[in-house]
């Protein structure tokens, strides 16, 4: 199976090299300085998901954000900045944003969310809604939901699945099932350094 395509939009080299660094065994990996290169390489470049800073040279985030929806609206955009307001994020996801990260970032938080982009971007490439039944449609609408959920609920509870099941108000057994059937692990959820 071909490897998704993520490039990273920053100016920082810091951050590109964390982010290199955390996406790299998964995925293919290209990076760009500025918002006019990094529109000109998701364009014409074989790319799935961009990471794009808020802030860039000579075309900001959204900008590289509103220009990618306007001509393609296949390739996923996640939207990164240092501030902690959740502005920037409901203004992202407004404007067309797959997700926002918040610097400094969890590695697996990255991961997950870079993961979960590409898998839409998947679903984009296979064919249009309308080419698709609706029972097709609201199985894979389902999925995705139920995915996206259980990841979120075991990443607030650090990988533990009975306090997980209890926040779901569910049998502990009972969120191992469906776990399963979701294909979600909770090992990957539970924090490396607790200090």
Do not use: W
Not at 73 to 96: K, N, P, Q, S, W
Request: aromatic share 4%.
């Amino acid at each position: 199976m071909t490897r998704a395509r993520v490039l990273i939009a920053e100016g920082q080299d810091d951050v590109v090299g964390l982010l290199r660094d955390v996406l790299a065994p998964s995925f293919d990996v290209e990076t760009s300085n500025d918002g006019q290169g990094a529109l000109s390489r998701a364009l014409h470049g074989n790319v799935d998901v961009v990471v794009a800073a808020v802030r860039l040279p000579k075309l900001s985030g959204f900008e590289l954000l509103h220009e990618l929806k306007r001509e393609t609206a296949a390739i996923e955009v996640v939207l990164m900045a240092a501030d902690t307001g959740v502005e920037h994020a409901i203004e992202a996801i407004r404007a067309g944003a797959f997700d926002y990260l918040t610097l400094p970032f969890q590695p697996k938080q990255v991961l997950s969310k870079i993961e979960r982009a590409a898998q839409q971007r998947n679903v984009r490439r296979q064919g249009r809604l309308s080419e698709r039944s609706y029972k097709d449609a609201m199985n894979a609408a389902h999925e995705r939901a139920a995915q996206e959920y259980l990841r979120g609920l075991l990443e607030e509870c650090q990988g533990n699945v009975s306090q997980a099941a209890a926040r779901a108000h569910v049998a502990r057994e009972s969120l191992h099932r469906l776990l399963k059937r979701h294909g979600v692990h909770s090992t990957g959820f539970r924090r490396l350094n607790r200090s």
